[in-house]
């Protein structure tokens, strides 16, 4: 261990000053069928593309070469179920098996190269393999997380024009079955795809689909039984492996593009460099598959490195208790956790001295990742004293499908700041501007941005639409990538993470977009106007709160209003959207121009300082408005 940080301040030099170098020695530790030649090509569009003259494929660099290295009998993927009680292990030759078959499976449907496969599953196994199988074919997934409801799942399906979905009877939640079958039934009929062939993974206990309905389904397990098993299929780097879609400012989610190439040689780096995890290794992503962290850090990052990884369905607190966490460390010997502030956080709620830690041996733990939103000072001095092993935050997003920020464990481990998630990691050229693009001095907050190109890895753009990813990302600071966060350096070029600029909040890890929510709750009969704002929760991070005008004449009482709105975001978004509260407001504040004050309105109901900006309407709304927006 170098804590002077001169090794981690040697690669990020290279990484920028030489980044052909870098990467195409970072590129060595992928097996591809034709090696790159060259990093990087600013040629193509929209903004370049990573390893242009390479192919691979990335279900072979997960599974097969990991088998045929000899490590067949490795543990690959440790199920294990808090909801059911049953653990399985596969190992990589099983799992090898099983992908392979699945993937004569969604050939047999006819999917090949390029096709889009849906996925819309909960944490069980037959997820990753879902995933793996469609990447064996050089197929793109598309995973939808259980949370959404069938309207956000009809949008994916139309942006993602699949071959097949690929589902399950249903998900566990805390005391309830989410039944799955009547959703993607009322999804594929919203976007008007009803005849597409869906895939059952059969589960007891769910009642499927009401009579009357019908999907054109195959079943899981009947079709794997027959399926011959399908070979890799090697494809251009440059290829998309998947499309994540996830919340922008406008009620339409974005369809993040990860390529094969440079998607591999991150998470190969990172996964040694950041996490320090190698073959054979315990590691363990308590997050959902639905979720960056989750295709990331679940399913390939660790199956590249040949790892074991744990995927684990179950909550952190009354699955069944607030032990569950320590629980699975111990069963299967984890060395590192990567989970969500908020899971930390609803653990602490419950059991403050975390006594229920003394019931399980978590002595193979040697470090706890968090990411997903900004990692609280309280909540990190707290598990570092429970758990007594160094506690790393650090930032990223979906679109850059690794860390932009961390502290490198593997490499150089640096000295922790609580509230920072430490340094810039390779390929990364971050700066922090003012709204005209002029960087700010050392602690002032500003905007954080990436020079480009960004590292392997990240997006090369949004799914059919450079367009939009240019004018979403790229538009805003000429030559840089705007995060979409805000923040400031210290003297030592630590980052700290502030909030988002835009109407994205963070509402227990998960990403969602105030945009969408508001589209809903303006299609209400009643609605004139509303204004969604995501307002600071202790538990949570933040909760969407909608502030409502109604229209002239409306005769609805404000708390039947309420549970009709909720019901309405529940019913189109989902209950991950979480949203609780609405409330019946005389106006909303605006600018001269017509825009709605959110902000301000955030920081009011935050309690933090705020200016009134001078293009206000009329201020005696946001007078009026104090009070509400300060009720608790
Ligand atoms: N399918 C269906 N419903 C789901 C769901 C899924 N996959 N995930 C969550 N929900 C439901 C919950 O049951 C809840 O429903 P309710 O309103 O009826 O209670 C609602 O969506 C809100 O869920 P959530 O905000 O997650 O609250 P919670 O009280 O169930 O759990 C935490 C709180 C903190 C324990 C939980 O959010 C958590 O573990 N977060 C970590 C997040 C994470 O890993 N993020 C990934 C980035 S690293
Ligand atoms: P997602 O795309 O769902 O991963 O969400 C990305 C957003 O979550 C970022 O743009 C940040 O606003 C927030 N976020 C994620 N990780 C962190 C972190 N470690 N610190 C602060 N914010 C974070």
């Not at 709750?521 to 609605?527: D, N, Q, S, Y």
């Amino acid at each position: 261990m170098d804590p002077t940080g001169n090794k981690y301040r040697e690669e990020h030099r290279r990484s920028l000053g030489d980044p052909e170098g870098f990467w195409l020695g970072a590129a060595r530790a992928v097996e591809w069928t034709v090696p790159p030649t060259r990093a990087f090509d600013g040629s193509l569009a929209p903004a370049g593309r990573w390893f242009p003259d390479a192919e691979l494929n990335t279900c072979f660099n997960a599974l097969d070469r990991h088998v045929a290295a000899g490590h067949g009998g490795r543990p690959a993927l440790i199920h294990d179920s808090a909801m059911t009680g049953v653990q399985r292990t596969y190992t990589y030759g099983e799992l090898t098996e099983l992908v392979a078959r699945f993937a004569g499976v969604l050939r047999d449907q006819g999917v090949g190269r390029g096709d889009r496969v849906l996925i819309y599953m909960p944490m069980i196994p037959e997820a990753a393999i879902a995933m793996l199988a469609a990447a064996r074919l050089g197929a793109i997934h598309s995973v939808v997380f259980g949370g959404f409801a069938a309207g956000e799942l009809a949008v994916r399906l139309k942006d993602a024009a699949p071959k097949v979905v690929v589902t399950t009877s249903g998900g566990m939640e805390p005391g309830r079955l989410i039944e799955y079958l009547p959703t993607v039934h009322e999804a594929l009929a919203k976007a008007e795809m009803e005849r597409l062939p869906v895939i059952v993974k059969h589960r007891d206990g769910f009642a499927g689909l009401p009579g009357g309905l019908a999907l054109n389904t195959v079943d899981w397990d009947a079709a794997l039984a027959g399926a011959a098993p399908a070979a890799p299929v090697p494809v251009k780097a440059t290829d998309p492996l998947y499309i994540l879609y996830t919340s922008g400012t406008t009620g339409t989610p974005k369809g993040v593009v990860r390529d094969n190439g440079g998607h591999a040689v991150a998470l190969l780096w990172s996964m040694a460099n950041l996490y320090d995890i190698h073959a054979g290794d315990v590691w363990w992503t308590a997050s959902d598959v639905g979720w960056v962290v989750g295709h990331s850090y679940i399913v390939y990052g660790p199956l590249l490195a040949g790892a074991t990884t744990v995927m684990y369905e179950g909550k952190p607190v009354g699955t069944p208790d607030a032990g569950a966490f320590w629980r699975v460390i111990a069963d299967h010997g984890v060395k590192a956790l990567f989970t969500a502030p908020t899971a930390l956080r609803a653990i602490r709620k419950v059991d403050p001295e975390a006594e229920l830690l003394g019931r399980h041996d978590v002595g193979h733990l040697q470090t706890l990742f968090t990411a997903g939103e900004r990692l609280d000072v309280d909540t990190y001095h707290w598990a570092g004293r429970v758990l007594d092993v160094p506690v790393v935050d650090h930032w990223w997003q979906t679109e850059t499908g690794w860390a932009i920020v961390g502290n490198p464990r593997g490499l150089d481990p640096l000295p922790i700041k609580a509230g920072s998630p430490t340094l810039p990691m390779p390929g990364y050229d971050l700066r922090i501007v003012d709204g005209l693009g002029a960087e700010v001095a050392v602690g002032e907050e500003g905007n954080i941005v990436l020079r480009l190109p960004l590292p392997p890895g990240t997006l090369p753009t949004l799914w059919g639409d450079d367009q939009r990813f240019v004018d979403s990302y790229l538009g805003a600071f000429a030559g840089f990538y705007a995060t979409g966060d805000s923040g400031y350096l210290d003297g030592d070029g630590y980052v700290f993470v502030m909030g988002r600029t835009d109407d994205v909040i963070n509402v227990a890890g998960h990403r969602l977009s105030t945009g969408a929510i508001e589209q809903v709750v303006g299609t209400h009969a009643a609605v004139a106007e509303c204004a969604v704002i995501g307002v600071a929760d202790v538990l949570k991070g933040q909760k969407a709160v909608g502030y409502v005008v109604l229209k002239a004449g409306a005769d609805i009482a404000p708390d039947d209003l309420e549970k009709e709105l909720v019901a309405l975001v529940r019913r189109e978004i989902g209950p991950v959207a979480d949203f609780k509260t609405a409330v019946v407001v005389d106006a909303l504040p605006k600018t001269r121009s017509g825009k709605i004050l959110r902000k301000t309105m955030r920081q009011i109901a935050d309690r933090v300082d705020y200016t009134v900006p001078s293009t206000i309407e009329d201020r005696g709304v946001i007078d009026a408005l104090i009070p509400v927006l300060t009720r608790r």
